[in-house]
């Protein structure tokens, strides 16, 4: 069986543009591959300060995880930092990558065109993220368009190590991209956690309500017809209940049905869809022993593909 990793940075509540772009494409694929899902909280170190902020962090993604339906008996749920092989590998990998194609990472160059001064992390987070990778026997990575960049410097990498030092010692990774739409937010750009755009996945209901009340709509008259196409409301509705879409459209068409109309849709859509899972959520958040265990199981069972990875390297580099 093949295996299938992705991993996701603690670094803010997850979205809806989370569930739909990324939890949900991952989750589909349990039948089909040996699945290894991880919190990258080292990753998250590039930006989060806060000690507090990342340790609830850590636990609010592996909680939505589960509560989205990860069978942790069936996925490896785990934390990176659990497994210190990867600082290893990195190191490795490090030694084999130039500076000039960290220099052309998009992360990197975007802090720099901000007029930042990147720190060494962020300048390196990509030989990490190729660790996180090839450390566990990877053959797909479902991931989004924006983090294409870092498979092919991983696909990269892997293929050079594997030419200097033998071709057995990596399996080189294949970037599944979402195919997933691009789930836009409350102003109608792409849903994100650093825009302030976000519909809330588990916040309580009145919260999710407020959220979506703040769509940008256009300012038609309750009996003017409306156009579905180009809406976020619409939008949004289109892929939370798909089957009544075309009913939903024909509504704003006919005239005498509002935005407010359509928001209270949406909202009673996203909260039949979620509802259930927050309960769920609420639950494992509520219960940090439980949570920590299920993170320590799948990591001593992470840890078991690691070392024989890291043995492999070690020996094929003159390490051992
Ligand atoms: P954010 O942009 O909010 O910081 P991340 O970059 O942490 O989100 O994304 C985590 C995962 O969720 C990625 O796989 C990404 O492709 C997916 N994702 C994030 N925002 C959206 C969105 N608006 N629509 C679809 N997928 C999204
Ligand atoms: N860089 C990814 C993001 O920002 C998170 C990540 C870290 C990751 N390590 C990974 C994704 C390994 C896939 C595989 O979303």
């Known amino acids: 069986m093949k295996t299938s990793l992705t991993g996701i940075k603690p670094t803010n509540l997850p979205h809806l543009g989370n569930y739909l772009g990324a939890i949900q494409p991952a989750l589909s694929l349990v039948d089909e591959y040996r699945t290894l899902y991880f919190i990258a909280d080292y990753h998250a170190l590039t930006t989060v300060r806060d000690a507090e902020a990342l340790r609830g962090h850590i636990?609010?993604?592996?909680?939505?995880?589960?509560?989205?339906?990860?069978?942790?008996?069936?996925?490896?749920?785990?934390?990176?930092?659990?497994?210190?092989?990867?600082?290893?590998?990195?190191?490795?990998?490090?030694?084999?990558?130039?500076?000039?194609?960290?220099e052309r990472g998009h992360a990197y160059k975007d802090a720099l065109s901000r007029g930042e001064s990147p720190s060494a992390g962020l300048f390196n987070y990509p030989a990490l993220m190729a660790a996180d990778i090839l450390l566990y026997d990877t053959d797909?990575?479902?991931?989004?368009?924006?983090?294409?960049?870092?498979?092919?410097?991983?696909?990269?990498?892997?293929?050079?190590?594997?030419?200097?030092?033998?071709?057995?010692?990596?399996?080189?990774?294949?970037?599944?991209?979402?195919?997933?739409?691009?789930?836009?937010?409350?102003?109608?750009?792409?849903?994100s956690k650093s825009k302030g755009n976000g519909i809330p996945l588990f916040e309580p209901p009145k919260k999710l309500r407020k959220s979506i009340m703040s769509i940008k709509t256009t300012s038609e008259g309750l009996e003017d017809p409306k156009a579905a196409e180009g809406s976020t409301v619409y939008d949004l509705y289109a892929l939370v209940a798909p089957e009544r879409a075309l009913q939903m459209k024909q509504k704003l068409a006919s005239g005498g049905y509002g935005w407010g109309h359509a928001k209270e849709d949406l909202f009673q859509a996203i909260e039949a869809e979620i509802g259930p899972k927050r309960d769920a959520y609420l639950a494992m958040r509520?219960?940090?022993e439980q949570l920590d265990a299920i993170l320590h199981a799948g990591a001593d069972k992470a840890r078991q593909i690691a070392r024989a990875t890291i043995q492999r390297v070690r020996s094929a580099v003159g390490i051992d």
Request: charged share 25%; proline share 5%; hydrophobic share 40%.
């Open 140 to 191: 797909i990575v479902p991931i989004g368009k924006d983090q294409k960049q870092h498979l092919e410097l991983t696909r990269d990498v892997a293929m050079r190590l594997n030419h200097i030092y033998g071709d057995d010692t990596l399996v080189v990774p294949e970037a599944l991209i979402s195919q997933a739409p691009l789930v836009r937010g409350t102003d109608g750009q792409k849903m």
């Open 59 to 102: 636990r609010d993604v592996a909680a939505t995880w589960l509560a989205c339906g990860l069978d942790p008996e069936r996925t490896l749920l785990f934390r990176q930092s659990d497994v210190p092989e990867v600082f290893e590998l990195t190191w490795v990998l490090s030694c084999l990558l130039a500076t000039g194609q960290l």
């Open 286 to 288: 509520a219960d940090e």
